[in-house]
């Protein structure tokens, strides 16, 4: 971290305003090198946390007026000295203003390199630095809320506790072996397994958060599956708010799957609108029946949508038997019309059943309370700390497999010598999550993903 960083920290696009960010032991340099104010006051006298107005030059070429923010180490985001020009948010001014710090002596950033150099400056731990891109890309309320917390150390707080109780078992233990003729109260059998137990409940309470994070984190791959003509297009249009799928009286004219992205509430749908299932002679038509029942199989989620005014055909009951035990909601649609369909045998195969009429955006509110229900989203908790990834997940479980070998080996009778091996080992995990003794490819790994100037 002796190199000074330059990035655009805001999106691509033209804006009201972009920021070019610098960090490093000589950022004010370059920032001075650049920045002119009209009295001429120079950044590596201004206190932090001051602004100075002034213009960006690119040697003697005026490139933009800007406002330089001073921050001083350790007190910045990096925990390094940091400057921040904002300036106009055109693409090209902002390049060129990234171009001249480039050109007075700092370096292009790295994705993440921002958040990197906070992480290892102890201004965050691992996991409130992955946090910050869950922020970044938050599409709802929830997702927000799970973000923050994380951003809070919540999350760190809840695998904290049960590090420091591990911990602490893990001393006793060492010190109850290594120096015996000190007299140290042994620790009993029913002492040791509560301990353990209730390590690893917590760790499996843990885990339990993680099916809910990555659903408010990504969405939920989800499939509208039906027979020819039963209204799926019209439900993905009204859901998506705009016409993404033709819509006519002929069956099969949806051949393709058509995908959009939805917010029902505070869930995000990945939407898939599939062709008709049923038997058809017509090449073209086959693909996208195949393609549609290979959705099937792997969505998250199911909107099984049936004609309220026909009887259920052999397709349809072919659909409500796959989806038995199955995440589904039964959408009956068409209930302006008089109906005919036998509801109960719905009900038999998916207890979550919603009477629509897509055509006049009638039961939405239904469907979207039925969504929520089948994935159980009334019951999460987004600000108590969520896992938020497959690392932090991964961490969790091998943390919980050595509590579990610890807890084995006290009731099998084996000695505190295999039961501290364990113990530490679970506590290795802990840390490995939190960051306290994560690898340098893990560490590389997690700011990998970061888009460049965060």
């Known amino acids: 971290m002796s190199t000074t960083i330059a990035a655009i920290a805001t999106p691509q696009g033209a804006g009201g305003i972009g920021i070019v960010r610098i960090s490093g032991p000589k950022s004010q340099e370059v920032a001075d090198r650049i920045f002119r ?11 932090g946390y001051q602004a100075l107005y002034g213009h960006i030059y690119e040697g003697d070429i005026l490139v933009d007026e800007a406002i330089a923010l001073v921050f001083r180490a350790p007190r910045s985001y990096t925990g390094e ?6 300036c106009h948010g055109g693409m090209y001014v902002l390049g060129r203003v990234l171009s001249a ?13 921002f958040t990197k150099r906070a ?4 201004k965050l731990s691992l996991t409130q630095a992955e946090s910050v891109m869950d922020i970044i890309g938050a599409q709802g309320r929830q997702a927000a809320t799970a973000a923050l917390a994380a951003r809070e150390g919540v999350l760190g707080r809840r695998i904290q506790d049960v590090t420091d109780s591990l911990v602490e078992l893990a001393a006793h233990l060492s010190a109850y072996i290594d120096y015996p003729e000190d007299d140290i109260p042994e620790l009993q059998e029913v002492q040791l397994v509560g301990s353990l137990s209730d390590a690893r409940r917590r760790l499996d309470d843990l885990l339990a958060t993680y099916d809910a994070g990555k659903i408010l984190r990504e969405g939920v791959d989800t499939v509208i599956a039906g027979r020819p003509n039963v209204g799926k297009s019209t439900l993905m249009n009204v859901l998506s708010g705009v016409e993404r799928s033709i819509v006519t009286h002929i069956p099969g004219t949806t051949r393709d799957v058509v995908e959009e992205t939805v917010r029902l509430g505070d869930v995000v749908l990945r939407l898939a609108d599939t062709a008709g299932l049923h038997e058809t002679d017509d090449p073209v038509e086959a693909i996208g029946v195949e393609k549609a029942r290979g959705r099937l199989e792997t969505a998250g989620l199911v909107l099984a949508v049936f004609d309220a005014s026909q009887n259920l055909e052999e397709e349809d009951r072919r659909l409500l038997e796959k989806l038995d035990g199955r995440p589904a909601v039964a959408v009956i649609n068409k209930t302006d019309l008089t109906p005919c369909i036998d509801e109960a045998f719905v009900r038999r195969h998916v207890p979550h059943v919603v009477t629509i009429s897509a055509k006049q955006e009638m039961g939405m509110e239904q469907l979207t309370e039925a ?4 994935l159980g989203a009334g019951s999460w ?3 108590a700390g969520m896992l938020a990834n497959e690392r932090q997940r991964d961490c969790v479980r091998r943390a919980g497999e050595a509590v579990k070998e610890a807890l084995d080996a006290t009731q099998m009778g084996m000695t505190y010598d295999a039961v501290s091996v364990s113990v530490e080992g679970a506590i290795d995990a802990l840390l490995e999550l939190t960051g306290e003794r994560a690898t340098e490819a893990v560490v590389d790994q ?6 460049v100037g965060k």
């Open 101 to 113: 710090a480039l050109s007075a002596g700092a370096v292009a950033a790295a994705p993440g390199e």
């Open 446 to 451: 997690v700011f990998a993903r970061f888009c």
């Open 371 to 374: 969504v929520c229900d089948v």
């Open 81 to 86: 000295d940091v400057v921040e020009l904002s």
């Open 37 to 47: 104010s009209p009295g001429n006051r120079r950044i590596r006298d201004t206190a």
């Open 381 to 383: 908790d987004p600000s």
């Open 119 to 122: 992480f290892l400056n102890g």
